[in-house]
């Protein structure tokens, strides 16, 4: 299957800077990447949908403003959680297709995010 | 309601038995259905799509009543392998002609035991 990188895998930060994740496709063109949070025993929970040179579209309780979505290429999104606190602290992961409809949606490894 | 429901669990279960999941949707629009497995603190990885007519892949079995918006999975002769959260997800119709999105239910935790 397709490959989806996303980076870093886990990250520590203090409470009230910004954290910026990285997903890549490496070897296919994500026209839609999906944005995910998942927390302990629990299910994932989209956040926000990506699309290259679009605006992002969040699901309904997520606040564009503290979690900022780019997706100025066909291979890179970058989630932004600025102004961390540690109710944020959670699993991120992101999910690329290639095109549109409804084609398998490939993960990205996660990341682990710790606000102290 | 929410728009995807599964069974949390957890399925314990014996070497050799099958077992079946369910999981129903509430967007009667919804377009495309998968099964994803993720395993502890990684990341989904798709199992099968499933389709109208059913669908086999080995030991796995899908199958979809979109009368009933109904999905469910059936594995048999469970392997000790098979042990991971199986998670049912509906590809769903986004009003207003934005990209149609991926929606997760709960997850379901199997526990397959020696």
């Known amino acids: 299957g397709a490959v989806v990188s996303q980076h870093p895998s886990r990250v520590i930060c203090k409470s009230g800077t910004s954290v910026k994740i990285e997903c890549r496709s490496l070897?296919?063109?994500?026209?839609?990447m999906f944005w995910y949070r998942q927390f302990p025993k629990q299910s994932l929970m989209l956040m926000a949908t990506?699309?290259?040179?679009?605006?992002?579209?969040?699901e309904q309780g997520v606040e564009k403003d503290k979690f900022l979505i780019n997706h100025a290429s066909l291979t890179l999104s970058t989630l932004t959680v600025t102004s961390a606190h540690p109710e944020d602290s959670s699993f991120y992961i992101c999910?690329?297709?290639?095109?549109?409809?409804?084609?398998?949606?490939?993960f990205g490894q996660g990341t682990r995010l710790t606000v102290v | 309601r929410k728009e995807v429901e599964q069974d949390p669990g957890p399925f314990n279960v014996p070497e050799g038995a099958t077992v079946a999941f369910n999981c129903t949707y509430s967007?009667?629009?919804?377009?495309?259905f998968f099964w994803y497995r993720q395993d502890c603190r990684k990341e989904p990885k798709l199992l099968m799509s499933?389709?109208?007519s059913g669908n086999e892949d080995g030991r796995f079995t899908a199958q979809l009543n979109r009368a009933s918006q109904y999905i469910s999975l059936l594995i048999r002769d469970s392997k000790l392998s098979d042990s991971a959260t199986y998670l049912c997800?509906?590809?769903?119709?986004?009003?207003?002609?934005?990209?149609?999105?991926?929606?997760f239910g709960t997850g379901t935790l199997l526990a397959v035991q020696p």
């Open positions: 070897d296919f063109q994500a026209t839609t």
């Open positions: 967007n009667s629009a919804s377009q495309s």
């Open positions: 990506s699309n290259e040179g679009s605006k992002a579209t969040y």
């Open positions: 999910s690329a297709r290639e095109a549109y409809g409804n084609t398998e949606a490939f």
């Open positions: 997800v509906v590809n769903m119709r986004r009003y207003g002609g934005a990209t149609n999105k991926l929606i």
């Open positions: 499933v389709y109208s």
